[in-house]
T-cell receptor, first 119, second 112 residues
């Protein structure tokens, strides 16, 4: 297992187009997270899945954003009708959650991110 | 060298010196904290974590201190090396769902 993989690494699109990002988590991990990061800021939580269930969505996740994890393995994040304000790095992370907090066991492992530029 | 406050985004230190990066967190109910390091073009990478029932935890060259009274977290890096140059984020666990929220980060630059 080579860690969390994200594809594509870079995407340039025109305003109004749809884009989709894919994340392949670490295979043993049951949780998968999406974050958005803009320049000079920390990652902002968007949503997360436990197995195939989407358990929480941030208010940042407008109705133009949709995330899926159909088989509890890889996930996709789609942005419809992109706007210039969507330009950011989209980070995926995974973790194993076994209930409660065990030091080190709930740590998020991040992918390298997918950078979106909307022209 | 030491960073203070939430709004000082950069810290510059001399190679070999100790670094202290500070973070003020928002939720008094947060019970778990992690420091992450992010190098250019990469995702954040785990450095060290601490639970709220502890006030200090040590790793290899790094120490995290937690002061729950003032909701303050710090990361101390001993004998800072050029490879430590990166942006450092603190993250707090916001609840039982293990939803981690990140601060704005501090950019550490190590001068040779």
């Amino acid at each position: 297992d080579t860690g969390v993989s994200q594809d594509p690494r870079h995407k340039i699109t025109k305003r109004g187009q749809n884009v989709t990002f894919r994340c392949d988590p670490i295979s043993e991990h049951n949780r998968l997270y999406w974050y958005r990061q803009t320049l000079g800021q920390g990652p902002e939580f968007l949503t997360y899945f436990q197995n195939e269930a989407q358990l929480e969505k941030s208010r940042l996740l407008s109705d133009r954003f949709s995330a899926e994890r159909p088989k509890g393995s890889f996930s996709t994040l789609e942005i419809q009708r992109t706007e210039q304000g969507d330009s950011a790095m989209y980070l995926c992370a995974s973790s194993f959650y076994g209930g409660g907090i065990v030091s080190g066991a709930n740590v998020l492992t991040f992918g390298a991110g997918s950078r979106l530029t909307v022209l | 060298g030491e960073s203070v406050g939430l709004h000082l985004p950069t810290l510059s230190v001399q190679e070999g010196d100790n670094s202290i990066i500070n973070c003020a967190y928002s939720n008094s109910a947060s019970d778990y904290f992690i420091w992450y390091k992010q190098e250019s073009g990469k995702g954040p990478q785990f450095i060290i974590d601490i639970r709220s029932n502890m006030d200090k935890r040590q790793g290899q060259r790094v120490t995290v201190l937690l002061n729950k009274t003032v909701k303050h977290l710090s990361l101390q890096i001993a004998a800072t090396q050029p490879g430590d140059s990166a942006v450092y984020f603190c993250a707090e666990n916001m609840g039982n769902n293990n939803d981690m929220r990140f601060g704005a980060g501090t950019r550490l630059t190590v001068k040779p």
